[in-house]
Nanobody
């Protein structure tokens, strides 16, 4: 499966953005999908993930209540709705697909390119 992330940009603190992860290739609904981010000088970190069906979602504590992950298998797309953005959310955001949910980047086999989110104070 091939993944393409989009939707990044520059936003003021407190603002919102919606990232999209569009998939092509093998049946998208057979994969769990996660979002990760990597800030300059920092390691890549897990943000959120959704199960194959989309009924189960997972979030890291720092984004709970602000970010929402969802998926539309008919459109082969996973979304990350981000609200109440903070300067510390500035990073390259990546989507990735795995056979089952994991918070570890090493369990994800397919990755999209990053999309840059910059939050100004």
């Amino acid at each position: 499966v091939q993944l393409q992330a989009s939707g990044g940009g520059l936003v003021q603190a407190g603002g919102s953005l919606r990232l999209s992860c569009a998939a092509s290739g093998r049946a998208f609904s057979t994969y769990a999908v996660g979002w990760f981010r990597q800030a300059p000088g920092k390691e890549r970190e897990f943000i959120a993930a959704t199960s194959r069906s989309g009924y189960t979602t997972y979030y890291t504590d720092s984004v709970k209540g602000r970010f929402t992950i969802s998926r539309d298998n008919a459109k082969n797309t996973v979304y990350l709705q981000m609200a109440s953005l903070k300067p510390e959310d500035t990073a390259d955001y990546y989507c990735a697909a795995a056979n089952s949910y994991s918070h570890s980047e090493y369990d994800y086999d397919y990755w999209g390119q990053g999309t840059l989110v910059t939050v100004s104070s």
